[in-house]
């Protein structure tokens, strides 16, 4: 089963970039789709962008980040990063790496399998 490590993230101010990463280690999860995924205190997780095998290599993003974030997996490495850019208050949150999600879905954290243990961004105003 395959291991998830997430690193990056921090603190900035609203317009700062920051940079998350998500190590994948043991056997890989080679099928469906890898993500990212946020979630404040009280609220549900939601998907925030997503790469699946087989579908053409174009991304998956929530509306609310697409053209400020940039989804992007380095198989030598078998990471899988998230550039976030013009970043905002409500960006802030605990941002998770997912693997193992379908295509028909995969901004959906319910579908996933296999998840990090989270990493925190703060975005000040």
């Known amino acids: 089963q395959v291991q998830l490590v997430e690193s990056g993230g921090g603190s900035v101010q609203a317009g700062g970039s920051l940079r998350v990463s998500c190590a994948a280690s043991?056997?890989?999860?080679?099928?469906?789709?890898m993500g990212w995924f946020r979630q404040i205190p009280g609220e549900a997780r939601e998907g925030v962008a997503a790469?699946?095998?087989?579908?053409?290599?174009?991304?998956f993003y929530a509306r609310s980040v697409e053209g400020r974030f940039t989804i992007s997996q380095d198989n030598a490495k078998n990471t899988l990063d998230l550039q976030m850019n013009s970043l905002k208050p409500e960006d802030s949150g605990m941002y998770y790496c997912a693997a193992g999600g379908p295509s028909f879905g995969p901004l959906l954290p319910p579908l996933y399998r296999t998840w990090g243990q989270g990493i925190q961004v703060t975005v000040g105003s």
């Open positions: 043991g056997h890989s999860d080679t099928s469906g789709c």
């Open positions: 790469l699946c095998v087989g579908v053409g290599g174009s991304p």
